[in-house]
């Protein structure tokens, strides 16, 4: 690969901290796969989106930034490779809480199970914080087969997250059961269909609900699942189906999340980078991180 120097590259920005002081933003890897549902490779991904770092540039065209100056440390990955279920779990919550100080967390999954001991150990007042979730299920399974990727959005409000502080945008067709979309509806969960979020703008939706978040909580967690995708782009995601967002529109919502101060952390799950042959899937993850990062450039 030839390095010219007036194309910098994104794999070297988050290799080399960027510049500033302090961290604006810090990068962990969280490679959750033994809690999926389905078998899934999904911990080889947080090594694999680094990989793809180095095939995109800082730049993004769209808010004319540039991530250069945006201060990153990457911490690495969380040693979960050898855990289960509950136990998993709390390994998530001991290696989260000693990441440094930071104006914006990235995780990199791993399946969707990490969303509720991230979401409890970096907002731990949870009757104060809010969840805005990009994802074509509700994740509100019952633990009938112990905590999984299915089960989430159930344990947070479980942890006493209220249902009212929670948004979900891309909810799919025929991917949930009524049983689980009526237990989200008498918590008060807000939810906005794949059809309806596309009908207003995914971006649109996203920033509503982020400021209504805003006025009511201290604090946001953004959880990006990458199966809210159609699946005609996302083949290395497990539960995507057909009739989900567009790769772009999940690309704003990301912006959305990384510009709006109430944020306080995001993740990016649900791709198995070892059923992605052509690695497309893993660029979107990767964009994903890297469009947070532009949004926080921008972010008042």
Not at 204 to 229: G, M
Request: aromatic share 4%; hydrophobic share 45%; with cysteine.
């Amino acid at each position: 690969m030839n390095d010219d120097p007036q194309w910098p590259r994104a794999s070297e920005w988050l290799a080399s901290g960027g510049g500033g002081f302090g961290w604006r933003l810090v990068v962990c890897g969280v490679p959750l796969s033994r809690t999926s549902i389905s078998p899934s490779g999904a911990s080889e991904t947080p090594a694999a989106v680094r990989r793809a770092l180095a095939r995109f540039s800082t730049y993004h065209a769209g808010l004319d930034v540039g991530l250069e100056a945006l201060s990153v440390a990457d911490v690495g990955d969380l040693q979960l490779a050898a855990l289960d279920g509950e136990e998993a779990l709390a390994a998530v919550d001991a290696g989260l809480v000693q990441l440094p100080a930071a104006d914006l967390v990235v995780l990199l999954g791993g399946d969707n199970a990490l969303t509720r001991p991230a979401m409890r150990t970096l907002l731990p007042d949870l009757s104060r914080a809010g969840l805005l979730t990009l994802d074509a299920h509700h994740d509100v399974r019952g633990f009938h087969a112990g905590p999984s990727n299915g089960t989430p959005v159930r344990g947070l409000i479980q942890d006493g997250l209220p249902g009212t502080s929670v948004v979900q945008v891309g909810i799919g067709d025929l991917t949930n059961s009524r049983v689980y979309r009526a237990w989200c509806d008498e918590r008060g969960i807000a939810v906005v269909t794949a059809v309806e979020a596309r009908r207003e703008g995914v971006g649109a939706v996203v920033r509503r609900e982020l400021n209504r978040l805003a006025a009511t909580c201290d604090a946001v967690y953004v959880d990006l699942d990458v199966d809210v995708v159609d699946r005609a782009f996302v083949p290395g995601c497990p539960g995507a189906r057909p009739g989900g967002l567009q790769p772009h529109e999940l690309l704003e919502a990301a912006v959305e999340a990384g510009r709006h101060a109430a944020v306080r952390a995001v993740d990016v799950v649900e791709v198995d980078a070892t059923a992605d042959p052509t690695g497309i899937t893993v660029d979107l993850a990767a964009m994903c991180l890297l469009s947070v990062a532009a949004g926080l450039v921008v972010r008042p």
